[in-house]
Structure formats: C-alpha cells, structure tokens
C-alpha cells in the first residue's frame, strides 16, 4: 500500500522517540544541571526566570536528583525583604570626600558665598556633576573616625521629603564641611519678614502657612523619632532661617540635617563642663532655657523651637522685636511667646473675647481669612511646645499629629469658604 509522505515522517517520530522536541528538552545540558542563584534574591529577571523554571523542572520531573532547599532559600529572602535590610540597599549614600574634591569644587573658596541666614560659611558650587551647598562649621569635639562613620551611617540612610538630604562631608582641621543637595527656594523667615516690601508676603493664604507648618512638624517628628536607629538625633538648629520654602506647593523642607551630630554640638558641654565660659552657638529667640543655661541641645530644645516657629508662621513677626518706649525713652523687647499668651488667655486686660484678640494678633497680609477655631487650637498646641518646664514639653509625634489634625480641618474649612468659579461677571456696556 502507498504511504502519504506525513504518514511516512509520523511512524519514523514513534520509532525513534529521541529526536522528538520534547526529549531533547529533557536531555538539554540546563535541565541535568539546574544553575540557581540564591545569593542575591534581588538579581535580574533572566536570574528570577531561571530559578522558577528549575523548580518547577524539579517539581514535575521525579527522575532528576536536583532538590531546593526551601529553607535556606525562604529565610534570605525574608531577611532581605526587611525594612533594615532594604535601607542597606539603597543606592545614594553620604560618602567622606576629598579636601582637594571641596577646594576644587569651591575654587579655593573664592566662589561667590551663598546668601544664607546661618552663621556659619556657605558656598554653592558644583560636586561631582550635582549642584551642592557646601557649609563650613567648626569641631566642638574631637571625633575619632569610627564615630564619624558610625553617625554619617545612620544620617545617610535618612530619607524623608521635609529634609534637605546631607551628600556627604569632609574634615579639614579644626572644621567640618558638609555637602548638602542644592534646593531651589527661600527661606521662611524672607517669605515671612521681606525688607524691601513688607506689606507683601509670597504666604498670603492660610493653607500655605498650615502646608508649611505640617512639613516641619513631620520632618522634626522623622528626625526625632525614626531617622536614628541606637542615636537620639536632634536637629538643633530649628529657625525659620533654617526652613527653605519651594514653588509652587509651597512646601518646607528642613535644613541642617545631621550637623549638630558630626559637629559635635550635642555634647559640647560634657566636654566643656570644667570650664567656666562655656561656647555655643544658638538664636535668640529660639533657645530654650535650659539651652541657654547649659549649652546642650536636646529633643526637647527642638519642640520649644518649632512652637517659635508656629508663632511666627501665624503672626509674621520675629520671635523678639525691639519696640521704643517714649515714656521711658528706651526700647522694650516684645516676645511672641508672651503675645501669643495674652491672646488666648487674656492676660492684657479689657475682658475681649479670644475671636476678637486672636484678629488682631494673627497677620494682617491674611486678610482675615482663617478659621478661627483652628487658629486658637493652632496656639495652644504651640505654647505646649514653649513651656518652660522641659518635662510638661509633649514630643514631636503629639505635635505632629495635632497639627496634621488641624490641617484636615482647614482643608474643609477653605473648602466650604471657597469663592465659586463658574460664575463670570461683566461690567462692560452691553
């Protein structure tokens, strides 16, 4: 009988099952000898591919003698996939530069100084492709180099949207210079305090200025309560200088990160403490007093800060203005701490209600647009932070979290007081 030609080629397939595609599959050199990679859970895709295509060769073939160990396989990648360990991985990491590196960068420090508020040298300049801020600060300890790295460890790996991220740093001498990441903005204190046109202010909504006081208040309660793992950091530096404010959301981020830490400044007084002048550097109106009586900086200093900070974001004033007696003939100084009292207690006398005292001390450029309600609770909430018991101070994540109560109010409140928009009005002759 005459066979098809396709009849011919099936039979010869059955008889001779090896050149079928399926057995030269299973006699593929990879299938004898799987290859796996378990040492970085975290490889490329071919890597991941190649793996669960192993096991599941292993799973369905019962002739192979290859096995997974499941155990070993499963603890790395859960001890990989943990938040401590995903920090480690991240890729940008502050790194101990060159003082050629700084000096080239800055020109030998003849760059043009950058215009900053703090009183330590700054310089903008251009590091390794990246546009930087270079700070100069004095050592107020002597810091071995295990204690440098350890600190620069646990900064670097702080990552949060309120903080200016700290580059990295080098040690020339007596001074540190620290690398910050370049952010375009201004400062709090000129968009609050402008000299060439005081009447005018870039925050003239009442949204703006709550933006800007939940940024802070979460960027201090990250610093205090999650950037340092086994080290209770503090900022030290709060000010409204310190806060640069950016375009067009007007958020806040925090300055100085991680300076008082690799300077030394948090423990100035331990070492300083058989001397009888003691040094240190801090802001009038925004020390504490227990800063200014024993120079240290704690967590606590940083909250009597912040509530500084609040006074002035709902006043626009500084914290201490010098204001001319003509009865006495000199100057008095004027405190926000205390205005800011005798608002909500009622301290000046006259038996006026808190609405009507709270008007009258909240900025005038806000055009009486603000809730009221919020505004009072908005005080409150910062003269807890200004008390003068450093003990009756609450910490940053009550602070934190009643602001950010108080910002969700204002959100409905600037909601509900919306201007409506679809509505056009012509006063053109028809």
């Not at 050199?29 to 290859?35: D, E, G, N, R, V």
């Not at 009586?293 to 006043?315: F, P």
């Amino acid at each position: 009988m005459c066979r098809s030609k396709m009849a011919i080629q099936t039979s010869d397939q059955t008889r001779n099952p090896t050149n079928s595609p399926s057995s030269r599959r299973r006699s593929s050199p990879k299938s004898q000898t799987p290859q796996t990679h378990l040492s970085n859970p975290f490889s490329t895709t071919s890597s991941s591919t190649t793996t669960t295509s192993v096991a599941a060769a292993s799973s369905s073939s019962s002739s192979s003698s290859y096995r997974l160990d499941t155990s070993v396989a499963t603890t790395s990648a859960a001890s990989r996939t943990s938040l401590s360990s995903l920090r480690d991985t991240l890729p940008e990491n502050a790194q101990i530069y060159d003082f050629s590196e700084i000096r080239t960068a800055t020109n030998n420090f003849l760059t043009k100084r950058h215009s900053s508020a703090s009183s330590s040298q700054s310089w903008r300049c251009v590091l390794k492709g990246r546009n930087v801020i270079v700070f100069q600060r004095k050592l107020r300890k002597n810091l071995t180099i295990s204690d440098v790295q350890h600190k620069l460890t646990v900064i670097s790996k702080s990552h949060y949207t309120s903080i200016i991220k700290l580059l990295g740093i080098s040690i020339s001498g007596e001074h540190i210079y620290l690398v910050y990441d370049f952010v375009q903005g201004s400062d709090l204190s000129v968009c609050l305090r402008n000299k060439l046109n005081p009447d005018f202010t870039i925050l003239s909504t009442w949204m703006s200025r709550m933006q800007i006081a939940t940024d802070v208040a979460h960027g201090l309660d990250y610093i205090h309560n999650t950037a340092g793992w086994s080290i209770d950091l503090v900022h030290k530096h709060v000010k409204s200088s310190g806060i640069i404010v950016t375009e067009p959301s007007f958020n806040a981020k925090i300055c100085h990160f991680g300076a008082a830490e690799l300077c030394g400044e948090t423990a100035a007084a331990e070492t300083d403490a058989q001397s009888s002048e003691r040094k240190f550097e801090g802001v009038t109106g925004y020390m504490s007093p227990e800063f200014k009586a024993t120079g240290v900086a704690t967590q606590r200093s940083d909250v009597y800060a912040l509530g500084v900070v609040i006074l002035e974001l709902m006043t626009g004033e500084e914290p201490v203005r010098f204001k001319f007696d003509r009865r006495s003939g000199e100057y008095r100084s004027i405190s926000i701490i205390e205005t800011a009292r005798e608002t909500v207690n009622g301290d000046g006398g006259g038996g006026e209600a808190v609405e009507g005292r709270l008007r009258r001390w909240v900025d005038k450029r806000l055009k009486d647009s603000f809730p009221v309600d919020v505004g009072v609770k908005l005080t409150r909430v910062a003269l807890e932070c200004v008390q003068e018991d450093p003990d009756k101070r609450p910490d940053m994540k009550w602070v934190a979290g009643k602001i950010s109560k108080l910002y969700l109010a204002s959100r409905i409140w600037c909601e509900r007081v919306k201007a409506p928009t679809e509505i056009s009005v012509s006063l053109a002759p028809r």
